[in-house]
């Protein structure tokens, strides 16, 4: 019977293994930030070669937009996580600010490395990778919610549900910039004013 020490190594996957160099990424990214973080330091807090990283990408941008990619998906499940869809609008966007909110505790990592990504990857000609056309998935989910409140009677419906999107987006970005640069703020606190300042506008008299 093979030992631990005998037992042969378990083949990840690529999938797993992709994650796994991405989970390195942003740990080395949140902790040194964009300029700081090199492919060997990546590769070694991945404990992987760097010809094994480019088996799964193509090259250190791919990583970093890869990256970005899921270190967005995991922020936007941690603040699913906190909502109930099926509540009246209203609830549903207090709820996704606090959401919002809770993730500079919860996943702190992911957020610095977006960031740094999003304000330092450049195309080959030097503009952003990044731009709000990217928010266009986060912009149509929100519409919905926008739209749904306005169905039920609960948003006033003369307004544009894209620019509530865009307006919401905008706020939840600045509250989490401001939240990030004063750690001592009380996040929820925050939250809760940005969220009563956005619903005011919104929310129709009964």
């Known amino acids: 019977m093979p030992t631990s020490s005998t037992r042969p190594r378990q083949r990840l996957s690529a999938e797993q293994r992709r994650e796994q160099i991405v989970s390195a990424t942003v740990s080395v990214l949140a902790e040194h930030g964009f300029r700081g973080t090199s492919v060997d330091a990546i590769a070694q807090r991945a ?22 990619e899921h270190a967005l998906l995991e922020l936007r499940h941690a603040v699913a996580a906190r909502i109930d869809l099926t509540a009246p609008a209203p609830d549903v966007i207090r709820a996704a600010i606090h959401g919002a909110a809770h993730t500079r505790d919860t996943h702190g990592a992911q957020r610095r490395a977006l960031d740094e990504i999003v304000n330092n990857l450049r195309t080959a000609e030097g503009s952003a990778r990044f731009t709000l056309r990217d928010y266009e998935d986060m912009y149509l989910a929100q519409e919905r919610i926008f739209r749904r409140g306005q169905d039920d009677g609960d948003f006033r419906a003369a307004l544009n549900p894209r620019a509530l999107a865009v307006t919401y987006q905008g706020a939840v970005d600045a509250m989490l910039g401001y939240l ?22 919104i929310v129709r008299s009964r």
């Open 47 to 68: 404990g992987v070669s760097k010809g094994l990283m480019w088996h799964y990408f193509e090259d250190r941008d791919d990583l970093m937009v890869r990256t970005a």
């Open 180 to 201: 990030d640069a004063h750690p001592d703020v009380d996040a929820d606190g925050y939250a809760a004013t940005v969220a009563d300042i956005l619903l005011d506008g």
